[in-house]
DNA sequence: AAACACTTTGCACACGCTTGCAAGGCGGGC
DNA sequence: GCCCGCCTTGCAAGCGTGTGCAAAGTGTTT
């Protein structure tokens, strides 16, 4: 035993030279010094090996009760937590999962973030948040960082990455999510709505309720979902024999809204049924037509959007709209990523189709 | 040369072994293996040495202009991206900032993650996103977080941590910031805004808008920021001889919004002027003043909000609010997380309070 | 030609952790 | 009493990188 103390002691020893060192490595700035307690520090003070502390915070490791005990105990007096870039350099799992999306401010995009962080969370992951812009190699830019910081998965809310850097990332083993992003990248789990089938449905409401000269008011992104709206829209709007006036300007945003009313409502044959491609495009619009063209909703004009974001149920829009079912999404991009899926089944899993519920509210007649 | 050479060959097998154990790690599992370029690679294929890589990824090495070309060349063939993981490790320094924060889908709060992850983007830093709730050990739970990952600082949009976890933090040479949160933490920087003073500008526009009856709409979070509103506003009130009917209620949401209209608006004396403690409050409360008890706005009623969030910008609400500077907390943060600060500077700056501008709207009379 | 300063390069150790391997301890069955 | 198997533990190799140190190379001055 006395040998084992003196060896202890010399271990001691060892380890607060390192600090030292450490420490004092930039000159004098203490500020800088980055002091964390390190397993080593723990097993001295235990009595044990540093591989017993390692094993002791290791699910599923081999380590007797005892042991544990004191180890948990020496744990908690010094401080200790296990450096997750240490073990994800040996694992080669970060356990990190990077979130690339542009306007993150957004209703939509921040009810999405959301859910992925909390899910993440739960699954024993953590988020990185990584900004994207308009510019081109943003999303490239951005998976380059997930690449740096070896992230498990990098979800893509916002743009379309570079087929080399895409292949680059699979390659390397991460795992790549595209959701409402329309790609034929291989091996990516690909999440998108049934946007097409929902603008059907809107087309049905507007007709019941009478209406008959259908607008379209999209923003000019032309992402896949948002074209896909369109489209739906269009199709079922002529499997009725109807004409269907469209326009399209800027982002999806509350200000385009009123654009595009300014638009559609000047033009004219105006139209009494108007479906905006998104809920913001959809808030503008309708105060536009209140306030600017007088237009009393829904008596004079139905008005649907789509994402169901809050304010869509606030009392002055009370939008009838299509519900974005973030939860499951999550959910599906979470479970996609665990690591009880096999191969196969994540391989035939790589494309998932969810359902947009229709939100009955006060903008479209009837219901 | 030629013996370099053969040394380079032996390199290369070394490094060849050592992807093959390291993907047959986990038996035959191919999916797993996460096999990224080292620089090891980077240095065979451009004919130098592992640290000649390795400087020519550290900004101010000293690597002459050829050997840099080599090794960016051949790093860009491979797709060689540094290891941020072993560079965290090496360095004490990952490039890790947590955001830590509870209802993230909010307008305010959304709106100020976005400022601060691309301000600390463009910083060079990354962001970490970590949800947390109501519960008690929420913050704490996601500091322990901040710590397993060596982040190199965090920052608190919500909650307040346990005196010891943030001690720990400290101690361990973590920065902390704390956004809206009066803590007498030494060590962290402090942002907050003029609410008192804000709140005192409010009742001297009410006041010029010949309102008599104040009232004080609240949610029952206790907050500082929302108590200083409210301490504020109640202050002004009294030195203009005027009482405040308050109320308290709920979360800062848009449904408390309602419940408070009901509660305030029911009154005897019903206000004439209400201060929201913030525009999701203020959004509610003028939804339920104009469609259940059909006042006008600001005829009938003048009401004001705190935030500036988007919506209240709409016509539909139309609020005259106070703006956060979103853009400018970011920037005090990341800059005092900054390295090029000395730390007296940093000691002597613990503590910053920014100006919250009254952004003139409809919803009070006058102007 | 020698001495010098300066830049560049490779070696080797360190960062904190995981994990295969072998050795030790221990109880049960023969 | 011995052998076998099981659980626990320590050893040591390794993950990919940064960097101090010394050696080598280059250009300048005496």
Redesign the pocket.
């Known amino acids: 035993m006395i040998v084992v103390r003196i060896?202890n002691g010399a271990l001691h020893s060892i380890?607060f030279?390192?600090?030292l060192?450490?420490s004092n490595?930039?000159g004098g700035d203490m500020a800088q010094g980055k002091?964390?307690?390190?397993?080593?520090e723990?097993?001295e003070r235990a009595?044990?090996?540093?591989?017993?502390?390692?094993?002791t915070?290791?699910p599923g490791?081999?380590?007797?009760?005892?042991?544990?005990r004191k180890v948990v105990e020496a744990a908690e007096a010094l401080g200790?937590?296990?450096?997750?870039?240490?073990?994800g350099?040996?694992?080669?799992e970060s356990g990190i999962v990077c979130l690339i999306v542009s306007d993150l401010a957004t209703p939509y995009r921040s009810s999405l973030i959301k859910a992925l962080t909390q899910q993440l969370q739960n699954a024993g992951k953590i988020a990185m948040l990584i900004n994207t812009d308009r510019s081109d190699g943003s999303v490239d830019l951005a998976l380059r960082q997930a690449i740096r910081y070896r992230a498990d998965a990098s979800i893509i809310l916002s743009g379309l990455p570079d087929k080399s850097i895409a292949e680059l990332c699979l390659k390397s083993g991460q795992r790549l999510v595209l959701i409402n992003r329309n790609d034929e990248q291989e091996g990516t789990l690909k999440i998108n709505l049934d946007d097409r089938e929902a603008a059907g449905r809107v087309v049905t409401a507007f007709v019941r309720a009478g209406c008959k000269r259908l607008a379209f008011a999209n923003s000019d992104a032309r992402t896949p979902s948002l074209m896909a709206r369109e489209e739906g829209f269009l199709n079922a709007a002529k499997a009725h024999g109807l004409e269907v006036a469209i326009e399209r300007f800027g982002g999806t945003t509350y200000e385009s809204g009123k654009v595009l009313a300014q638009k559609l409502m000047t033009r004219e044959e105006r139209p009494d049924a108007v479906f905006c491609a998104t809920d913001l495009l959809a808030c503008g619009f309708l105060d536009a037509a209140r306030h600017q063209f007088s237009l009393s909703v829904p008596e004079e004009l139905c008005v649907a959007g789509f994402d169901d974001i809050e304010q869509a149920s606030w009392s002055s829009y009370n939008l009838t709209t299509f519900s974005q079912p973030v939860e499951a999404i999550a959910q599906e991009a979470v479970s996609w990523l665990g690591d009880e899926m096999d191969s196969e089944l994540r391989q035939s899993r790589s494309s998932r189709r969810l359902h947009a519920e229709l939100v009955w509210r006060g903008s479209i007649r009837g219901g």
């Open positions: 060896a380890a030279l390192c600090k060192m450490c490595r930039h002091i964390y307690v390190s397993a080593l723990v097993a009595g044990v090996s540093r591989s017993a502390v390692s094993r915070f290791t490791a081999s380590v007797s009760p005892e042991t544990r200790y937590h296990v450096n997750h870039l240490a073990r350099l040996m694992r080669n």
